[in-house]
């Protein structure tokens, strides 16, 4: 089993920035990629960001291109999610994902392992 663990969310203004941490404990192998989701109120689970465990390949979604920076730290088995100019459209519960073998990587279905999520609010 594999335990995800985020944090870093919280009240930020429209603009400002937040760094959100995922930390993966137990029988953390064969990994392919860790991604963050996000949910935001009355909305479906979207895709944010990923990025694969060995090479590094990142992966955006359109509404965070530019913004968001999603980096990996393999020695820590931990993603970061680094959030600027945030806007009030990103407000949402975000959540760290982890994939063991090869499938596509914004599809939250085929991701293996969940967190709890951590809440996001951008304030206008």
């Known amino acids: 089993q594999v335990q995800l663990v985020e944090s870093g969310g919280g009240l930020v203004q429209a603009g400002g920035s937040l760094r959100l941490s995922c930390a993966a404990s137990?029988?953390?192998?064969?990994?392919?990629?860790m991604g963050w989701f996000r949910r935001a109120p009355g909305k479906e689970r979207e895709f944010v960001s990923a990025?694969?465990?060995?090479?590094?390949?990142?992966n955006y979604a359109d509404s965070v291109k530019g913004r968001f920076t999603i980096s990996r730290d393999n020695a820590k088995n931990t993603v970061y999610l680094q959030m600027n100019s945030l806007k009030t459209e990103d407000t949402a519960v975000y959540y760290c994902?982890?994939?063991?073998?090869?499938?596509?990587?914004?599809?939250?279905?085929?991701?293996?392992?969940w967190g709890q999520g951590t809440k996001v609010t951008v304030s206008s």
């Open positions: 994902a982890l994939l063991r073998v090869t499938r596509v990587i914004a599809n939250s279905d085929t991701y293996d392992y």
């Open positions: 137990g029988r953390v192998f064969s990994v392919y990629a």
């Open positions: 990025i694969t465990w060995s090479g590094g390949s990142t």
